[in-house]
Each structure stands twice: as structure tokens, then as C-alpha cells.
């Protein structure tokens, strides 16, 4: 599967912004997906999950109350929805795909075996 990360851009703290990853194919139900985030010079890092149907999400800790996670899967979307931005949460985000038939540790980078381009963000103070 080919994923599309946008959304991405300048934006001041305390603002928001609007991710999505769009998938290429319409089996993208049977996908686990997730964002992760790379500051400059750091790890790639998990920020948020969510399961094939939308059942069940996860986030990183210092994500909690300020991030959504959510899936179109009509439209092959899965979206970040950041509020209340920090000028440390400034990263390149990456969506990822993780297949239903294989195990699904969400945290880790290795769950997942497809990653879109990435999308800047970065939040000013």
C-alpha cells in the first residue's frame, strides 16, 4: 500500500493543524495504522494509533487531550487531528500501515510495514 502524508505547515503555538494519509488501496480496512514524528536530530517516535475499524486508539504520552486520531475508511484516510500545539511537538510526521494478519505491538516502528513521505510541522513560539 502507498500512503500520502499532508497537512503539514507553520503554525503558532497553541494553534492547530489537520493531518491526513491517504492510502492507495481499497483494502485499507483490513490496515492498523499510526503516526509517528522525527524531531531534527531525533528518533523516529510514536505519536498516535488506531485500530482496523477505529475501535480502539492509542497516544503517546504527552499527546493525551491535545491529539485525535481517527480513519475514514471509506476514503482510505487516516487523520491527526493536533491542537493546542507546542513548539516542541515541531517534527516531521509520518503515517504508517501495519496489515491486520501479522502482530501489532503499536508502539514500536517495526509494526509497521509501510510509511508515507512524511509532512513537516512546526510550531513557532
Known amino acids: 500500500v502507498q500512503l500520502q502524508a499532508s497537512g503539514g505547515g507553520l503554525v503558532q503555538a497553541g494553534g492547530s493543524l489537520r493531518l491526513s494519509c491517504a492510502a492507495s488501496?481499497?483494502?485499507?480496512?483490513?490496515?492498523?495504522m499510526a503516526w509517528f514524528r522525527q524531531p531534527p536530530g531525533m528518533e523516529r517516535a510514536f505519536v498516535a494509533a488506531?485500530?482496523?475499524?477505529?475501535?480502539?486508539?492509542y497516544y503517546e504520552d504527552s499527546v493525551k487531550g491535545r491529539f485525535i486520531i481517527s480513519r475514514d475508511n471509506d476514503k482510505n484516510t487516516v487523520f491527526l487531528q493536533m491542537n493546542n500545539l507546542r513548539p516542541e511537538d515541531t517534527a516531521v510526521y509520518f503515517c504508517?500501515?501495519?496489515?491486520?494478519?501479522?502482530?501489532?505491538?503499536?508502539?514500536?516502528?517495526?509494526?509497521?510495514?509501510?510509511w508515507g513521505q512524511g509532512t513537516l510541522v512546526t510550531v513557532s513560539s
Open positions: 504508517a500501515a501495519s496489515p491486520s494478519r501479522r502482530s501489532w505491538p503499536q508502539r514500536l516502528r517495526n509494526a509497521y510495514d509501510y
Open positions: 488501496r481499497s483494502t485499507f480496512s483490513n490496515y492498523r
Open positions: 488506531i485500530s482496523s475499524r477505529g475501535g480502539s486508539l
